[in-house]
């Protein structure tokens, strides 16, 4: 049974903070920073957004796109590691935001920024077993950023939905491969605000060994080499990482490039390397075979093969694009970004 | 337990207005009612359920700058009336620091985001708000 | 001979409008009503009328009236809490003349009183939040002026006003106020200041928005006048809905309910004497006046600029300096738009030499959710 995406749906907030903003509140060189990351700007929600709101839009336009009703939908999971709950799904808002049906899976993972891709996977087997026609996986994140520490420079936000399905698919998801083990390169203990970090240790023994682990697994298994693919997408923490593990692995520049939004928005967490993917979306031709390969940390990787069909361009245009928010920005200073991010402590809300 | 000073029963019960603007629909005259109510002007009592669409044009709008101790960490607040398939609904404004570039009858969309929130333990409030498509800045 | 008037006001008193933090629901309620009891020769009571908006609120108790009753010194007296919000006052004067009416004989107490003061002012802005649809339009954030500044702009756009027409309103109430030694507000405004004072809800200023204010005034209602005093009648009342979700009205121009209960008090045309509108802000007072037929839709801000509801013309406006000058004491606001007018039409002190003989009072509930209109009249 061929099973793959449906439809898919994006959300990035309006506002951007530069990265120099920051530097310059925090004393660090501007130049050096943007030299390290390759990110220029941050996207950032306003007070009242949230992983839950922007769920809702990409998982509207995700709808749409599919052109499905809601009460076709079988499951909603949502991947996420910035919940507004600790205790308290988004995917149970989901069901009453999208007017889906009561008798439906529902439940939020968690994998740092894998969860979201996971929850792709676990949607597959439900389709794949029947048990479900449609499902929605969201990866959503407004992840959290110490102040003055180096992982604000890079941490978005923003919001992307897949919906998985056997029928009218704009792309086949044609074969799956997972690498992961406990490599503690990031994490966030109960209760603490902000997460906690190896440097280095981010680097070879988690992102590119997993990535690289996933990435030679599925091609090995099927048989294909980087030439084969037309677009190579990668999760993206900053811009120079997925370029680097493209080198490691073979891949040309020209194919990476299509797939980072990281630049411009920074690192979208759940929704990363899968905005990538609905950028390439976008501009993909029918037949176009795309690698992508998600990354979270703790550690693990989930490879993807995806193959584009002939449904896929008369769908771009029925909802918003990425092309489209990337270009929809307004800038804000350092002060109104804590405000938004409420990271100023408040006694109430 | 932590004092909730917001009810989740009225809000709970509201989910359909607030996340979908679900209107009801007189199924003797047609007539569209949002926020719904039990009897229509003709006299039935029989409605069914309608969402109205979500994008329309703007009526009216003003900034609130004095606000209500929920909202004093979001003020000012800009509210709007909207034309929404031929019903006005009333709504926060967003994503608009400069409503007085818009121009009359500008285009909205329904966005679904947080109202408020019960401080840091209590529940949090979503509902429909609405966004200038563009020409806010 | 029948009885010319719905019921008389034999007795009346008020307590200045202010901030009392020293003073409870109980002992302002007390003041009043033994002076304004007093003044009517302690007549026997068939029931007291609270009106007030924020008991359970601000003063956290429930059936108010018992309370109260026995702080007075008031014995078995059956006490009824009426609350529409800023009308509460309106509308229990309105229910105490149909008791007095179905009574045939007697006199009702009736006792607006309100104290916003008890909370600071986020918290008074929630409350009058309250004012509006609870699930619809208080739940996003809404206040009544945000409304009443959507009504201000339709209505200045759609007549070709500008701002400053509209700021008269607060001179021309500050003016009045300045006269009269119960106001909350005894400074005369200037142009300037109005145009300097911060923005509420645009284009709504400060000097737009009537202050909250603690008060009590209090009515000694009676099916006969005193034989001892001049004779001030309740001629007649009206009242009148629109409809409660704002978006969903047909005109934000017009206040509906105001169009109605004037029809039903009517007819009003010709009329001549003291008018009591109910201006919690600018706007409502200037709509009121087209609203009540005193003058053609469109046309009240440039009569107002025309000096033509002064003293001294046919159509006296606001003589106590309104809402505005005198101060929103919510629930209690209606009772004293009634003594006001009652004191004005006994040419008391600041009043005199009015020679007026008739009354009109509107008292009207949130943003135009129901009004009442009362007319008065000096009986011979």
Request: hydrophobic share 40%; with cysteine.
């Amino acid at each position: 049974m061929a099973v793959g995406i449906v439809g898919w749906g994006a959300y990035i907030p309006r506002y951007r903070i530069k990265t120099r903003e920051i530097a310059e509140a925090w004393g660090d060189d501007a130049l050096r920073i943007r030299d390290m990351y390759l990110v220029e700007e941050k996207a950032v929600g306003y007070i009242d957004e949230d992983p839950v709101t922007m769920a809702v839009e990409a998982s509207r336009d995700a709808l749409t796109r599919a052109g499905i009703a809601p009460s076709e939908v079988g499951a909603v999971f949502a991947g996420t590691e910035s919940k507004p709950y600790a205790v308290k799904p988004i995917s149970s808002i989901l069901i009453d935001a999208l007017n889906l049906k009561r008798q439906v899976y529902s439940v939020d993972m968690e994998f740092a920024c894998k969860a979201g891709s996971d929850a792709i996977v676990n949607l597959m087997g439900l389709v794949k077993s029947g048990l479900i026609k449609y499902g929605i996986a969201v990866g959503t994140d407004s992840s959290q950023g110490e102040p003055g520490e180096h992982l604000e420079y890079t941490v978005g936000t923003g919001a992307v939905a897949y919906i998985i399905g056997s029928t009218n698919l704009v792309a086949e998801i044609k074969h799956t491969y997972p690498f992961a083990s406990d490599t503690p390169d990031f994490w966030r203990r109960d209760g603490s605000p902000y997460p906690v970090h190896g440097e280095g240790f981010t680097g070879e023994p988690a992102y590119f060994r997993h990535i690289i682990g996933a990435a030679k697994g599925l091609m090995e298994e099927l048989g294909m080499k980087p030439n084969d693919f037309d677009y190579a997408i990668f999760h993206q923490p900053n811009a120079r990482f997925p370029v680097r593990v493209a080198q490691m692995l073979g891949f040309p520049l020209e194919k990476v490039k299509p797939g980072i939004v990281v630049d411009l928005i920074g690192n979208t967490y759940n929704a990363s390397a899968l905005l990538g993917l609905a950028k390439v979306l976008e501009e993909a031709k029918p037949g176009s075979k795309i690698l992508v390969v998600t990354f979270g940390s703790g550690a693990g990787s989930n490879a993807f093969y995806i193959e584009t069909t002939d449904l896929l361009p008369s769908k771009v245009k029925l909802a918003r694009t990425v092309s489209e928010m990337l270009e929809d920005k307004v800038y804000i200073d350092y002060s109104l970004y804590l405000k938004y991010r409420k990271i100023i402590k408040m006694i109430h809300g | 337990m932590v004092d909730q000073n917001l009810s989740v029963p009225k809000y709970w019960r509201k989910i359909p207005q607030y996340y979908r603007l679900t209107a009801v629909k007189c199924r003797k005259c047609g007539r569209v009612y949002f926020p719904p109510r039990a009897a229509c002007e003709c006299g039935s009592r029989e409605f069914d359920e309608y969402e109205l669409p979500r994008r329309g044009k703007l009526i009216e709008y003003t900034v609130l700058r004095s606000v209500t101790s929920d909202f004093e960490k979001q003020r000012p607040l800009a509210f709007g009336i909207a034309d929404l398939g031929g019903v006005r609904v009333f709504g926060q404004l967003v994503d608009c620091p400069n409503p007085d570039k818009l121009s009359e009858g500008a285009e909205v969309e329904v966005v679904f985001r947080r109202v408020k929130e019960d401080s840091d333990y209590g529940i949090i409030y979503y509902g429909f708000k609405l966004r200038p498509v563009k020409g806010c800045w | 001979m029948r009885n010319s008037a719905l019921g008389y006001i034999n007795g009346f008193a008020i307590t200045p409008p202010g901030r009392y933090y020293d003073k409870g629901y109980r002992e302002l309620f007390a003041e009043v009503a033994l002076k304004a009891l007093e003044a009517a020769g302690n007549p026997d009571i068939k029931a007291i009328y609270v009106a007030s908006a924020l008991s359970e609120l601000t003063g956290e108790q429930l059936a108010i009236g018992n309370v109260l009753r026995d702080y007075a010194g008031l014995r078995n007296i059956p006490s009824i809490r009426i609350e529409n919000g800023d009308g509460s006052g309106g509308f229990a004067i309105m229910t105490a003349l149909n008791h007095l009416a179905s009574a045939g004989n007697g006199c009702m107490l009736v006792v607006g009183v309100d104290k916003p003061h008890e909370v600071i002012s986020l918290k008074q802005n929630k409350y009058a939040s309250y004012l509006l649809d609870s699930d619809y339009e208080a739940y996003f954030g809404a206040t009544p002026v945000a409304l009443a500044a959507i009504m201000a702009k339709q209505y200045m756009r759609s007549y070709e006003y500008k701002y400053e027409d509209l700021a008269t309103w607060a001179i021309k109430m500050h003016e009045r106020g300045a006269k009269n030694p119960y106001a909350y507000f005894k400074r005369a405004a200037k142009l300037k200041d109005v145009l300097d004072s911060e923005l509420v809800a645009d284009p709504l200023r400060l000097y737009d928005v009537s202050p909250f204010v603690d008060g009590a005034a209090a009515l000694v209602l009676c099916s006969k006048p005193n034989p001892n005093d001049l004779a001030i009648g309740v001629v007649n009342y009206g009242f009148g809905a629109s409809n409660s979700y704002f978006a969903s009205r047909n005109d934000y121009t017009v206040l509906s309910s105001v169009v109605e209960a004037a029809k039903a008090v009517g007819p009003l045309e010709g009329f001549n004497g003291v008018v009591s509108v109910h201006d919690t802000y600018s706007i409502f007072g200037v709509l009121a006046l087209e609203a009540l037929g005193l003058c053609k839709r469109g046309s009240a801000l440039r009569l107002l600029n025309e000096g033509y509801f002064d003293q001294g013309g046919r159509v006296m406006v606001n003589l106590d300096g309104g809402l505005k000058a005198v101060g929103n004491s919510m629930g209690a606001s209606g009772v004293y738009q009634m003594v006001g007018v009652v004191m004005q039409l006994r040419g008391d002190k600041p009043f005199n030499g009015l020679n007026a003989e008739s009354a009109m009072v509107e008292d009207m509930v949130g943003v135009d959710q129901e009004s009442v209109v009362f007319t008065l009249r000096v009986v011979k």
